[in-house]
């Protein structure tokens, strides 16, 4: 039998470690941005005659006056505010939908399990064969897939890419539970990123994390088998938002912190070289304890919650929006995106914008 010739060391080193193509000096530029909200305001008035509330214990505690909510009768949906929210951005950024290579959406609200949000925004706006997927990372579905975009543009595979945050919590809010009806509100944001050959533009750290073992402090159970063995019954309800209030702003509020830090130490940066912090619109005061922490100038760190309250996957890209078009974010800015949420996850984008 012909044996086959031997295989020199130099020849498996070639076949197994062949360097991944890449595309030198790129860089990723943000586009443009967009965003779309609910027309219904619900006030904390609104939420106190569901259930036993004020606005006065809802702003102190969390810095929130009204929120958007969707009304399917008018056929406001998930679907409806991310499809405007990516229109907005793709006209503020002059590129046609049918030039996307892909579009990603983060969103846990979807308005049908099958098929993905991304794959009928993409049919609704002409964006022709663009991949198309779904992150469902709760509250950091937004940055979370803007790393990733950033990432699939930055190697080489694609040039431009769609990406929205969207939720629409009050599909599974349980407006007599005071602990999540006064939080959450619906909304969209997006924006498109697009290759440039200025490679000083784009991400100087990132990171992505999760810890599965808190799932039970943030959760939607499907039925009942779904539900922990320790909860109580009577207040967690199938097909409804639970959440254990004070580990989640416990996590919150420490998660915030470090992450701040461990993205400006990877990035070798120090928390005055940052221009403007974006972050998560959870709650108010988990926002300042990490301005007083960190000793950050106030009209760095934007705040919206008291118009939006807290939107999830939505938050980050609608106040990325809002700083856009009120010229609060230029070219040339560092900026740095940060959101923790349910999984338990967390996740930072450190730009060079």
Known sequence: MNQPPPTTPAAQTSAKHRPLPSVPHRGVRIAGTGMAVPERVYTNADIATLCETSDEWIYQRTGIRQRRICDPRKGESNLTLCTNALRNALEASKIPAAQLDAVIVGTITSDMKCPSTACMVGAALGAGTAQAFDVAAACCGFVYSMNLAHDLIRVGTHRTIG?????????????????????????????????????????????????????????????????????????????????????????????????????????????????????????????????DRFGIAATKVYVNIDRFGNTSAGSVPICLDELVKAGRIREGMVIMFVAFGAGLTWSSSLWQV
Do not use: Y
């Open 163 to 291: 990406v929205v945050g969207c939720d629409s919590v009050s599909c599974f809010t349980d407006f007599t539970n005071r602990n999540v009806a006064i939080l959450f509100g619906d909304g969209a944001g997006a924006a498109v990123l697009h290759a440039t050959d200025d490679a000083t533009k784009g991400v100087i750290a990132q990171i992505n994390k999760a810890d599965g073992t808190g799932w039970d402090n943030l959760f939607v159970p499907g039925w009942d088998q779904q539900i922990p063995d320790n909860a109580d019954r009577q207040v967690v309800v199938p097909g409804c938002l639970h959440m254990n209030g004070k580990e989640v702003f416990k996590f919150a509020v420490g998660t915030f912190q470090n992450l701040i830090k461990e993205t400006l130490d990877m990035g070798q940066i120090k928390v005055e070289d940052v221009d403007m912090f974006v972050c998560h619109q959870s709650n108010a005061r988990i926002i300042q304890a990490a301005v």
